[in-house]
């Protein structure tokens, strides 16, 4: 039986974030013992095509980075994919390099075990990995882990209003619970308010006037985190 292995970029810390949170089979990143954090996830197995594992991995690092921004906070920086290889059958590693086409090359190595062998017990889903599997089922969860992973005011007032859009308006977010009014009412008027933000705000018109005590981006990116964890503790 193939493996594929994803091969991830970034700091140190951020990639030890993830290979706290991201143990199961679907999504695996563990330090090799050579020195490099490396994706692996059941759902590369049944795939033969490069291409189509590196997709499929793009879109489960977009989902890890906002899942983990969401759990461990501002500090975590998101990491990024840095190469694909293969084992074989014979524990042969295959590179593979994305440039105009795929090129392959090779080097001797042994296997490394599977994540669902014998070397690697199973352990109960993280808060992290749980929040994947629902931006994996739910578009909009997703949608919301990417805005708010950018963390910039406009994309920050994006994730705020797919919550809103899952609720059905703005006040439906207040009366679940989700957010208590005075706060929303200062995070919009700030986000809207060019007065206050200049070219980051979300409108350029000058008619919306800043909130008498407006929110910084960092108490707007903690208000919206708190709400998209509120959403999906419902889903």
């Known amino acids: 039986m193939t493996e594929w292995l994803v091969r991830l970029k970034?700091?140190?810390f951020d990639l030890g974030e993830l290979s706290d949170h991201f143990a199961s089979a679907k999504c695996n990143v563990k330090k090799d013992d050579d020195g490099y954090y490396y994706l692996r996830s059941s759902d590369f197995d049944q795939m033969t095509e490069p291409d189509a594992v590196r997709g499929r991995a793009l879109r489960l690092i977009e989902l890890m980075n906002g899942a983990a921004k969401l759990?461990?906070?501002?500090?975590?920086?998101?990491?990024?994919?840095?190469g694909l290889s293969r084992i074989d059958e014979h524990g042969r590693r295959h590179h593979h390099v994305f440039l105009s086409a795929v090129v392959e090359g090779r080097s001797r190595m042994t296997a490394t075990p599977s994540v669902g062998g014998t070397?690697?017990?199973?352990?109960?889903?993280?808060?992290?990995e749980h929040l994947v599997d629902l931006a994996d089922q739910h578009q909009e969860v997703a949608d919301a882990l990417r805005f708010y992973e950018r963390g910039d005011w406009v994309n920050l007032y994006k994730a705020w209003e797919v919550v809103c859009d899952a609720a059905g308006n703005t006040h439906q977010v207040?009366?679940?619970?989700?957010a208590a009014e005075p706060d929303r009412s200062r995070f919009t008027g700030t986000t809207q308010s060019r007065e206050e933000l200049g070219d980051e705000a979300r409108h350029a018109s000058e008619k919306f006037k800043a909130p008498k005590n407006p929110m910084s981006l960092e108490e707007a990116r903690a208000f919206v985190r708190s709400v998209i964890r509120a959403w999906v503790q419902t889903l």
């Open 71 to 82: 759990h461990a906070g501002e500090g975590y920086r998101p990491v990024e994919f840095d």
């Open 174 to 178: 207040v009366r679940n619970g989700w």
């Open 119 to 128: 070397a690697n017990a199973p352990r109960p889903p993280s808060g992290a």
């Open 10 to 12: 970034g700091h140190e």
